[in-house]
């Protein structure tokens, strides 16, 4: 490139960039200037994206916008860029009346808890969700069963601060846990999961149950929902400091599900334990291992010193040990008769009839879920016992 071109095309480019940086601190006239603005700017101005939702949209569409500002090159002008994202977020879901409030845990944690019940009940509120607030950012840990179950948690986060929200820890890749993480991927949050996850995604049962949910959870789970995928993937315990507090990220492995994880706040002394621990009721088995499980909290159960414990659903816990012992002890006893029944090469229907569930048919949640996590547990200790 001679010289006299590289010049010319230096100060097109100078005046190009002055005049995008103008015109962002006007309001588009016609949609016509908008188009030809948004294509002036380009990517040079999605740099600097950010002081408006107009520019945000001229910069490429707002989640793309959202996304270079969650990497962090928006600098100051960040926070006004996402606060246009999350106002549009505020409106573009269908609306959805429910009870929650977010408890108080400790200094910087918080929880918000559903009601027990099958996945469709309470407008499908039936699962925790918690969020811990650092001097520079949000840490959201599990997004609810829906994008406006996600929204109604991002206003309870909004009572207690205005940061931003910077991660979304998903401890386990479930639908009612997950198909509300949109909602913080469009506010540029990083979204952690476990090694695992993918199988979720990849498995065909997801869109099925997709499909399923936007018939069961209309209209809040509709044809704009997705399901998102991790940006990083957790394969072993990771530590990581956000705004002067400390975390703990541990992977359980397949356990509840296909990979699940825990996250430990320190200063805090609390554990967002997601489903490896169900709060004073039956847990449900999804599709991990009721051995590893059993053996990962048969570990904790002495191995942890903590404030809170904060389970996938029901009550938190100051005594955690009392908490794991209940999840546990339904595990290993639903273990014990339905290996027995396989051993005796029994049907499932008379195992599970002649079994005696007097320990758990009052807890809530037995009613909705014994039945079928027995058959779940009776199906793999076949596989385990031609293993
Ligand atoms: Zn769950």
């Known amino acids: 490139m001679n010289k006299k071109l590289s010049l010319i095309?230096?100060?097109?480019?100078?005046?190009?960039?002055?005049?995008?940086?103008?015109e962002t601190t006007q309001t588009a006239n016609t949609a016509e200037s908008t188009a030809k603005q948004a294509k002036k700017c380009g990517d040079m101005s999605a740099k600097k994206c950010g002081d408006n939702k107009t520019?945000?949209?001229?910069?490429?569409?707002?989640?793309?916008?959202?996304k270079k500002c969650g990497?962090?090159?928006?600098?100051?002008?960040?926070?006004?860029?996402?606060?246009?994202?999350?106002?549009?977020i505020l409106t573009k879901y269908p609306p959805l009346e429910i009870e929650m409030s977010a408890k108080k845990l400790a200094e910087h944690s918080y929880q918000v808890q559903g009601k027990a019940g099958i996945a469709t009940d309470n407008a499908g509120f039936i699962s925790n969700a918690g969020f811990v607030v650092t001097d520079d950012g949000v840490v959201v840990i599990d997004a609810l069963g829906s994008p406006p179950l996600a929204v109604e948690l991002l206003k309870r986060?909004?009572?207690?601060?205005?940061?931003?929200?910077?991660?979304l820890i998903v401890t386990h890749y479930h639908a009612d846990h997950l198909f509300g993480a949109q909602v913080f991927k469009e506010l540029g949050a990083e979204v952690i999961a476990p090694i695992g996850s993918y199988k979720y995604i990849n498995a065909d049962s997801t869109p099925k149950r997709l499909a399923e949910r936007r018939e069961s959870l209309k209209p809040w789970v509709n044809e704009q929902t997705y399901v998102v995928k991790p940006d990083t993937i957790i394969d072993k315990a990771t530590d990581f400091e956000l705004g002067g507090l400390h975390f703990t990220i541990n992977?359980?492995?397949?356990?509840?599900?296909?990979?699940?994880?825990?996250?430990?706040?320190?200063?805090?002394?609390?554990?967002?334990?997601?489903?490896?621990?169900?709060?004073g009721r039956v847990p449900f088995i999804g599709g991990g291992s009721t051995k590893k499980w059993a053996d990962t909290l048969a570990e904790m159960e002495t191995g942890l010193d903590l404030n809170v414990l904060v389970p996938g659903?029901?009550?938190?816990?100051?005594?955690?040990?009392?908490?794991?012992?209940?999840?546990?002890?339904?595990?290993?006893?639903?273990?014990?008769?339905?290996?027995?029944?396989?051993?005796?090469?029994?049907?499932?229907?008379?195992a599970y009839e002649e079994t005696d569930w007097s320990t758990f048919d009052k807890l809530p949640a037995f009613d909705a879920v014994n039945r079928l996590n027995a058959n779940t547990v009776f199906l793999s200790m076949e596989e385990e016992s031609v293993e």
């Open 313 to 350: 659903h029901g009550d938190a816990s100051t005594d955690p040990a009392a908490a794991i012992k209940l999840t546990k002890s339904y595990l290993l006893y639903m273990r014990e008769v339905m290996g027995n029944a396989v051993e005796e090469m029994m049907e499932f229907v008379e």
């Open 157 to 167: 986060i909004r009572k207690v601060t205005d940061k931003p929200i910077k991660k």
């Open 9 to 22: 095309l230096a100060i097109v480019g100078a005046f190009s960039l002055a005049s995008c940086a103008k």
């Open 71 to 88: 990497e962090g090159k928006c600098g100051g002008k960040e926070n006004m860029n996402l606060a246009a994202i999350e106002k549009n």
């Open 251 to 279: 992977v359980v492995g397949a356990a509840h599900s296909d990979g699940d994880l825990t996250l430990l706040v320190k200063e805090d002394g609390v554990l967002y334990s997601g489903d490896i621990i169900f709060g």
């Open 55 to 66: 520019e945000a949209k001229k910069c490429g569409g707002e989640k793309t916008a959202a």
